[in-house]
């Protein structure tokens, strides 16, 4: 999970975000969420104190409020968000907001209240330091509340190009660019882009032509990875693939006489990294294990074992490891560890995700 800091109101307030390329929204706590998380409850967002904070009435035809909510025609603008595990209920306000200097008045979702699945709290639980909000990346084709989104306001009100682009650290920390390609890659490497299918509108869409697995193919049909179900996210930590591919990987892993890999010859069985467990490898044992090859239209990525296998919010010991691929029954997502190998742009004037692989991601003025 990568987050940013931004500021909020006038006088500016910090507030911690994760930033999210599967949603559009901009959400922050509001001071009166008893269910919120992250960062110091006394010092969430409260209009009251902002000087350039305008609200937002239900009656207001421009967003998507829940009109079930409106006790009056001035009534606040209630809507919820929601994620795979997490749902959040916020109201609608107007108000400054800064992004690595830049400024835009925006509309954004102060939150009333959050519920959190026990996988989710276990992810709180796994942080040092929660972020307190959301910054939805995509288009406003997913805002819950039909606002235009930040970034989307920050570019437009200060006439920048609406590309983006981020570099994200194996061991955390990166770099957010906004208005061109990322500067950290690699001397001599080129972006390599893919195409954005918007059609129909909703993620960052992209077209997967096939997975390897060292030369094999775990893709016995391309149509497994299905639009729009097959998209770039930084939101989601890791790489997930249809289950029927999982299980060609399984397969593959599982093949202990042709190689012995640690966390799944030796373990006993339905407790190997495979179903979700950590173990303890050595250098040598991680890069025994196989490349695996990801094929978009037009691009080949490798994500390496030495970024698939490391720590994991679900490992009990800081020195374990799990594995960074996951199965589901329809989605194909490009998740954030597999960024971790490259700076990746996201340029929305040619609709295109570009990447290259990166260098160290530190910022320099």
């Known amino acids: 999970m990568y987050y940013i800091t931004i500021e909020v109101g006038s006088p500016p307030l910090p507030f911690t975000v994760v930033l999210d390329t599967g949603s559009s929204d901009l959400l922050i706590p509001a001071i009166t969420c008893t269910t919120c998380v992250g960062g110091d409850p006394s010092k969430y967002y409260d209009p009251r104190n902002s000087s350039s904070y305008i609200p937002v009435a239900c009656s207001d035809s421009s967003y998507s409020c829940d009109k079930a909510l409106c006790s009056h025609s001035n009534s606040s603008c209630s809507y919820t968000v929601s994620y795979v595990e997490i749902s959040e209920n916020a109201i609608l306000v107007h108000d400054v907001v800064s992004l690595g200097g830049l400024k835009a008045l925006t509309a954004f979702g102060a939150i009333q209240s959050i519920n959190m699945s026990t996988s989710a709290l276990s992810l709180h639980s796994y942080l040092t330091s929660y972020p307190e909000g959301m910054l939805g990346l995509a288009t406003k084709s997913l805002s819950a509340s039909n606002a235009t989104p930040l970034l989307a306001s920050i570019l437009q009100q200060n006439n920048i190009a609406n590309v983006f682009s981020m570099c994200f650290n194996t061991q955390g920390g990166g770099v957010l660019t906004l208005g061109g390609p990322s500067p950290h890659h690699k001397p001599n490497e080129a972006y390599i882009y893919t195409p954005i299918i918007l059609e129909p509108v909703q993620f960052y869409n992209i077209r997967f032509i096939d997975i390897r697995v060292g030369d094999i193919s775990i893709t016995p049909n391309n149509s497994i990875y299905s639009l729009p179900h097959s998209f770039v996210d930084t939101g989601t930590p890791l790489f997930t693939i249809p289950t029927v591919a999982f299980g060609m990987l399984h397969d593959i892993f599982s093949q202990c006489k042709q190689h012995y890999l640690h966390g799944i010859c030796d373990a006993p069985p339905k407790k190997t990294l495979l179903d979700g467990y950590c173990f303890n490898l050595t250098v040598a044992q991680r ?79």
């Open 287 to 365: 890069a025994a294990f196989p490349t695996i090859s990801i094929f978009l239209e037009g691009v080949q990525l490798e994500y390496k074992p030495s970024t698939y296998l490391q720590h994991q919010f679900y490992c009990n010991l800081p020195s374990e490891v799990g594995l960074g691929i996951v199965s589901d029954p329809v989605y194909t997502i490009l998740g954030a560890e597999v960024l971790q190998e490259y700076a990746t742009v996201f340029d929305l004037e040619k609709m295109r995700i570009g990447f290259a692989e990166r260098n160290e991601c530190v910022h320099t003025r």
